[in-house]
């Protein structure tokens, strides 16, 4: 008898298909360039490089993993790790559905807020990168102009910062703790701030739930 799979299975197993048929096109690249040229890596440099990359990348991977997918939803997990882009792109645009559509996390309809979200993104981002590789040549002077390099060092964090105020706006004291520690963390350790953007985003991750539960504890609100 033929198993019916729910649709969170089914969702499972055709992202992990789509996930082994992003790797290979990925890894497709080097592997003809190797094939065709005749010219291959040195096996005990690419192991070398392979470790140290995964040394520095495959923590903040996993990190993301479990801090993104309960709010992701599972399709839109599987097509924003392919796509990739999160954290400046794919979880703003989730946030704002799910503001716009008033969806709670863990419900069939955020998964579906989600998945339309994430796609709708990466389509935009898709075309837009395309319309930028056409007019990369004429807008170089722009783009390359000394006055405008600041303005891209701060995207993420006004893009960030302007999702945040609008969740600190409506329940001010849940944002104590979070501003507290993030501004104590970059004062006494800046070096490990700026190059672990993820751990700190887990750790304040933590540090706003537990002070969530002990206002709700104390019925400070």
């Known amino acids: 008898m033929k198993k019916i799979l729910s649709v969170n299975d089914l969702m499972h197993r055709r992202g992990r298909i ?21 010219v291959g890596p040195d096996g005990g440099k690419l192991a070398l490089a392979i470790l140290g990359l995964s040394l520095l990348f495959l923590p903040g991977g996993i990190i993301e993993v479990i801090t993104y997918a309960p709010f992701l939803g599972t399709g839109a997990t599987y097509l924003a ?7 400046n792109l794919k979880i703003p645009c989730v946030m704002n559905a799910r503001e716009l559509t008033k ?29 930028g590789v056409i007019l990369l040549i004429p807008l170089r002077p722009v783009l390359e102009a000394p006055i405008l390099q600041p303005a891209f060092n701060w995207v993420v964090s006004a893009l960030f ?38 751990i700190v985003v ?5 540090v706003s739930v ?12």
Request: glycine share 8%; charged share 10%.
């Open 81 to 87: 790790f392919i796509t990739g882009n999160l954290v």
């Open 103 to 131: 969806t709670e996390i863990g419900t069939p309809e955020n998964e579906v807020v989600a998945l339309i979200s994430v796609a709708v993104s990466t389509l935009t981002t898709v075309s837009i990168m395309t319309v």
């Open 18 to 38: 789509f996930m082994v048929i992003g790797l290979s096109v990925m890894l497709m690249v080097p592997i003809l360039i190797w094939l065709i040229s005749g």
């Open 202 to 206: 887990v750790i304040m991750a933590v």
């Open 161 to 198: 910062g302007a999702l945040g105020y609008k969740y600190y706006l409506r329940n001010p004291k849940f944002a104590i703790a979070p501003i507290f520690f993030s501004l104590l963390l970059g004062f006494l350790a800046p070096a490990f701030v700026y190059g672990n953007v993820l």
């Open 210 to 221: 537990l002070f969530a539960k002990l206002i709700y504890d104390r019925k400070w609100v």
